[in-house]
C-alpha cells in the first residue's frame, strides 16, 4: 500500500494571524476549512492496515511514562484540555461544525488537536486526540447533545433500571460506533506522530456512569450515589459493560497509533470512598490488566481525581495522575515505584505576566522532583484561559 504522507505541524501555517486577547500577542489564525490537511477517502483502510508506528523525534514523554529518563533531558510536558475553547483558532474551527460533529469529522477532529502544536512547539511533548468521554455512552445508544451554556446533556438519562434494556446495547462494536474517533487518531499520527506521540483516552466506568445517570453535569452526583444504594446491582452490571467497551476502546486507539493511553475517572473522588474501593478499583484495574494482556507496549495512565493514589502503585498503569488537591509528597509515598502526572492549580494560570506562574511551577518541580515526572494541570484547560498562561506554564516547566 502506498505510505500516505500529511503536512507537518508548524509548517503548513498560513502567514497571516489572528487576533488575541488584548494585551496578548496575535497567534497564527486557523487554517480554514480547505486549508487544512484532509484526510484520504480511504483513511478507514489505511488505518486498519496500520502496522510500523515510527519512533517520535520527540519521545521524552514516553521515555518517562515508561519509567526511563528523559531522552531530551527536560521533563516532558503537556495539558489536558491543551485543544479547546481558550484557543482563537480553536473557536473558528468550531464554528464550522457542532462539538460532536467536530469530533466525529477526522479532518476538523485532528486539526484541533494539532492546533497547540502549532503554537507551542518545541516545547509541547505530546498532542491528545480532540474526542470526548461521553462518546461511549453514545455508542451504547444513549444520544447526547452539547447544549451552550449548560454543557453534555443526555434528554433520556437512566432514570430507572428499567430504562437499562430500553436504552442500551450493553456490547456495542467499537469499530463501527467509534471508528471515527480511530480515524481521527490514525489522520493525526500521519501529520504528526513523527514529531510527536499522539495521546488517546477514555473515561472512566463510574464517571460515565454517573452522566448517565443523572443526564449531564451535576454538583452534587447525588442521583448517581443513589444508584450505588439503591440499584447497585443494576449499576455494577452496566459499569461491568462499560468496562468491557473501554477495554476494546483503547486498544483500538492504540493500533490506530496512540502510543499513551489515559482512563479519566473525574468523578472519582464524588464516590464514596468504600463504594469505591469496592466497586470502581476493580474494574479501573480489570481495564490496565486487559489492555496490557492485549497490548503490553502500550503506555497507560490513571487519573483518578481526587480519589486515594495508593491504589495505583500495584497496578498495571505506568502513570498516575495527580490532582491539583493532593501533594506531591503524598503521591510520591503513595506511588513510590510510578511515574507522577501532574499537579499545578489550573487556575494559577490567571496569574499571566506577575511571575506567578514560574514560581508555583519551581514549587511544584521542588517537591515533586524531577525524576519520573510528566508535568500537567491538575485538572483542565478552562475557557477563560488565555494561550499565554499555558505558554508560562510550559516555558518554566522546560526552564
Known sequence: MT?????????????????????????????????????????TEIRRNFKHRPTPANRSLLDVAGGKSSSSGKIPVWAMRQAGRYLPEFKQVRSLSSFFEVCKTPKLAAEVTVQPLDRFAPDLDAVIIFSDILVIPVAMGMPCEMVPGKGPTFHQPLESPEKIAE?????????????????????????????VPVIGFSGAPWTLLAYMIEGGGSK???????????????????????????????????????????????????????????????????????????????LLTIFAKDAPLHYWEDSLYDV????????????????PSKTLQGNLDPAVLYAVGTGTIAAEVRKMRAEFGDARLIANLGHGMQPDFTPDGLAEFIAAVKS
Request: proline share 8%; aromatic share 8%.
Open 3 to 43: 505510505a500516505v504522507t500529511a503536512p507537518a505541524a508548524g509548517s503548513d501555517q498560513p502567514a497571516s494571524t489572528i487576533a488575541a486577547e488584548p494585551g496578548h500577542p496575535p497567534a497564527k489564525r486557523a487554517r480554514t476549512d480547505s486549508e487544512m490537511p484532509a484526510p484520504p477517502s480511504n483513511l
Open 320 to 335: 498516575v495522575g495527580v490532582s491539583w488537591k493532593q501533594t506531591p509528597s503524598y503521591a510520591r509515598k503513595a506511588c
Open 167 to 195: 436504552y442500551l446495547t450493553l456490547r456495542p462494536d467499537v469499530e463501527e460506533k467509534l471508528g471515527y474517533v480511530f480515524d481521527a487518531i490514525h489522520w493525526t499520527h500521519l501529520r504528526v506522530g513523527d514529531k
Open 220 to 298: 452534587t452526583w447525588s442521583l448517581a450515589r443513589k444508584w450505588l444504594y439503591l440499584h447497585r446491582e443494576a449499576a455494577v452490571k452496566v459499569m461491568t459493560a462499560i468496562t468491557d467497551v473501554i477495554i476494546d476502546y483503547l486498544i483500538a486507539q492504540f493500533d490506530a497509533g496512540a502510543s499513551l493511553l489515559q482512563v479519566f475517572d473525574t468523578n472519582a473522588g464524588e464516590c464514596p470512598p468504600k463504594l469505591f474501593d469496592e466497586l470502581m478499583v476493580p474494574e479501573l484495574k480489570r481495564i490496565a490488566k486487559s489492555v496490557k494482556a492485549a497490548r503490553p507496549e502500550a
